[in-house]
């Protein structure tokens, strides 16, 4: 696990006020949810997230917050029964990031595991999907899972970034 490198602290490009801890808590406070790097056949598992809850229609990885004293391994196998309706296995820690938005700081604790047998189920999310490591960028996921899609799918050449910006910016807002 490498630590992020020095300097100021991470921040949303866009401000997203909908952002709520779903426990109690206020502005300034920090948020902590295990994410799952569920991979299968050299595809991953991602979940759309649902129509009207903070970044709806965005995918993601499967996860949630951690609860108070719940362990991190704790927290993935929790969330992924409510989310998927499965067991996980073999939960091994992949990386750690952290984000901020609308002045709450999320710091993830990514880990790769597998699922148990079984079939994931959308119990919480709109969809379920599994994808390549090229087909990651051709999803919308929220901001702060760009450092985990740039280390899966390998980060996009520079050349590519800067059309991306020049196309960005001419789109009318």
Request: aromatic share 8%; charged share 30%; with cysteine.
């Amino acid at each position: 696990m490498r630590p992020r490198a020095p300097g100021p602290p991470l921040k949303s490009r866009a401000a997203h006020p909908g952002f709520r801890k779903r426990r109690a808590g206020g502005a300034g406070q920090s948020v902590q949810a295990a994410l799952a790097v569920i991979e299968r056949n050299g595809r991953y598992l991602i979940a759309r997230r649902r129509a009207g809850d903070f970044l709806g229609g965005y995918w993601e990885f499967p996860g949630g917050k951690r609860l108070p004293g719940e362990s991190w391994k704790d927290c993935l196998r929790r969330e992924l029964k409510e989310e998927l309706g499965i067991g996980a296995r073999s939960l091994t820690p992949y990386m750690r990031l952290r984000y901020r938005y609308a002045g709450r700081s999320v710091l993830f604790q990514v880990f790769r595991c597998r699922l148990a047998p079984g079939r994931p189920k959308p119990l919480e999310a709109q969809a379920l999907r599994w994808v390549s490591r090229a087909q990651l960028r051709r999803h919308r996921f929220p901001p702060a899972n760009r450092l985990l899609i740039d280390r899966l799918a390998g980060p996009l050449p520079s050349s590519v970034r800067h059309a991306i910006i020049h196309i960005n910016r001419s789109v009318p807002r």
